[in-house]
């Protein structure tokens, strides 16, 4: 499983993003793909899930404001990222699972920056 992130950028409090999460390789085994997102000085937490089922998951800090969200033609998943604050400034990493193996996978991360 290879994950490529990409959609990262500099925006200013209340703007939006969305980024992109692109899967390939063994992706009929991919049970959940996430995004976590890590700050300077502060461990990497969970943003967001979506399982293969679409049931999805939320830190509550980002709930109403983020949305996870696929498109199987494109083997891609989005996080849309609405009313960005000053906190949610982070390097942004997409994480698959395989619940088969046990294993997780995670793609280079890309840079939230958003100004107050």
């Known amino acids: 499983v290879q994950l490529q992130a990409s959609g990262g950028g500099l925006v200013q409090t209340g703007e939006s993003l969305r980024l992109s999460c692109a899967t390939s390789?063994?992706?009929?085994?991919?049970?959940?793909v996430a995004w976590y997102r890590q700050a300077p000085g502060k461990l990497r937490e969970l943003v967001a899930g979506?399982?293969?089922?679409?049931?999805?998951t939320y830190a509550d800090s980002v709930k109403g404001r983020f949305t996870i969200s696929r498109d199987n033609a494109k083997n891609t998943v989005y996080l849309h990222m609405n009313n960005l604050k000053p906190d949610d400034t982070a390097v942004y990493y997409c994480n698959a699972y395989v619940h088969e193996t046990r294993l997780h996978y995670w793609g280079q991360g890309t840079l939230v920056t958003v100004s107050s």
């Open positions: 390789g063994s992706i009929s085994s991919i049970t959940t």
């Open positions: 979506i399982s293969t089922g679409d049931s999805t």
